[in-house]
């Protein structure tokens, strides 16, 4: 018998089991062969319909869906709620019903709201993938960095990973603790004490304040942007001041003498978190990550629709 997920949705890491994870590695390693041939299309969802429905921006998550369903053979629409009826006040559950009334069999949705794809999976019958809730989840996000990191050093197991920036705005860094200690890396975070959550101990994660005892620490550094529009309070003097104490560049890369993979979900804010020498040089695998988005949604599309 065929492998299933142990979940109808991909709502998060959290809900996922090691196996779940290693399956949709697997599938996507078949699709990454599939995407580096010279025809890149297979009939696999041929008769499956799916919805991008994004109410908040993205260029990487929304593009990679709509190519991965694409090379699947699915049929595709999408749905950007700063052109659409929600700015007359439509709900998200009326949306979403409009939507389904039109025969559609999946949902992709990213929402600033905490809970959003939770709160649908429970209202409607089809399969749901979160594409980013809030500073919740970002699960296919944190599945194609494991998975990069896995291609990149041959496996998870025993790494070190280090997680570096605002990580208590962020949806990738909770995704990627649960997925990287499912696989058993070892997580760390290090940004300023006032970016860090206080539950950060509760979830095995250690913590470091300074840059340089971080990156002699770690094999992998995840680097994050610093989320400005999801701010309210000021949390540093000045980008100028985080990028001093903070900031990742070549030269304090250089100096020691280790390698250290460099990675970040984008969009990179060049000279803040990361200088542009370190993120275009042969430590950074940050197009490959992108690159292994389309396979990785691609398999996660794939196995959920075997629950269709
Ligand atoms: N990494 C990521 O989610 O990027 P986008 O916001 O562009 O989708």
């Not at 309210?232 to 990028?243: A, G, I, V």
Request: a neutral charge; charged letters at 25%; one cysteine or more.
């Amino acid at each position: 018998m065929q492998k299933q997920l142990s979940v109808r949705h991909l709502l998060g890491i959290k809900d996922l089991t090691k196996d779940d994870i290693e399956l949709i590695f697997e599938t996507a390693d078949n699709f990454k062969d599939v995407l580096n041939r010279p025809i890149k299309k297979v009939p696999s969802l041929r008769d499956v319909t799916i919805a991008n429905v994004f109410f908040e921006n993205s260029t990487r998550t929304r593009l990679s869906f709509e190519l991965a369903q694409k090379r699947l053979s699915a049929d595709t629409i999408n749905f950007s709620s700063s052109s659409s009826s929600v700015k007359k006040g439509e709900t998200l559950l009326d949306t979403v019903n409009n939507i389904l009334a039109m025969k559609v069999d999946m949902i992709v949705m990213r929402h600033a709201s905490v809970g959003a794809p939770h709160f649908l999976s429970n209202h409607v019958k089809c399969q749901i993938v979160n594409a980013g809730d809030g500073t919740h989840e970002h699960p296919t996000q944190a599945l194609l960095d494991s998975f990069s990191i896995r291609e990149k050093l041959g496996s998870v197991e025993g790494k070190k990973v280090c997680i570096f920036g605002d990580i208590l705005h962020s949806r990738v860094a909770l995704s990627n603790f649960f997925a990287l200690q499912k696989l058993g890396a070892e997580v760390m975070v290090c940004g300023p004490i006032t970016l860090i959550p206080k539950y950060i101990k509760e979830l095995g994660v250690k913590v470091e304040l300074d840059v340089r005892k971080a990156l002699e620490w770690c094999d992998v550094a995840n680097v994050l942007r610093i989320q400005l529009e999801r701010q309210q309070l000021k949390y540093f003097p000045s980008l100028r001041e985080y990028s001093l104490y903070y900031g990742i560049n070549r030269e304090l890369l250089d100096s020691l003498n280790k390698d250290v993979v460099i990675m970040h979900p984008g969009p990179i804010n060049r000279g803040v978190e990361i200088t542009s020498d370190l993120a275009d040089s042969k430590h950074s695998i940050i197009l490959d990550q992108v690159e292994n988005g389309v396979a990785i949604r691609m398999a996660v599309m794939y196995l959920l629709a075997g629950k269709i």
